[in-house]
């Protein structure tokens, strides 16, 4: 189980436990939020950095944070063309779910 130890506007510092520490450009969820950190920096013992790719506030020292085991991923294909997404992937353009393969 990972915690917020920090908050500082969009950074935002993880503590691991010792041998769980996520890859760099991993995407990480936040609990009971609907917000993304990215990983940008390892600090050590078993710390990380990360950027926020939403709104940080109502974050606390503690909040539950969980490493999805990969880098945030954004749909491509023909279903993608002409669609706006944010940079989660996510559309933007009131057009519904991108459908792609």
């Known amino acids: 189980m990972a915690k917020i130890t920090q ?3 969009p ?3 993880v503590e691991f436990e010792e041998g769980h520490v996520p890859q760099l450009y991993n995407a ?3 609990k009971d ?3 993304v950190l990215e990983v940008e920096q390892e600090l050590g013992e078993g710390k990380v950095r990360c950027l926020a790719m939403g709104q940080t506030e109502g974050l606390k020292r ?3 944070v969980e490493d999805s085991g990969s880098p945030i991923k954004v749909p491509v294909g023909k279903g993608s063309l002409g669609r706006i997404l944010n940079v ?3 559309p933007i353009d ?3 779910k991108v ?3």
């Open 99 to 101: 459908d792609t393969d």
């Open 33 to 35: 939020k609907n917000l």
């Open 94 to 96: 009131e057009m519904g």
């Open 88 to 90: 989660l992937g996510e």
């Open 28 to 30: 990480l969820k936040v």
């Open 7 to 9: 908050v500082i506007g």
């Open 11 to 13: 950074v935002v510092d």
């Open 62 to 64: 503690g909040d539950i």
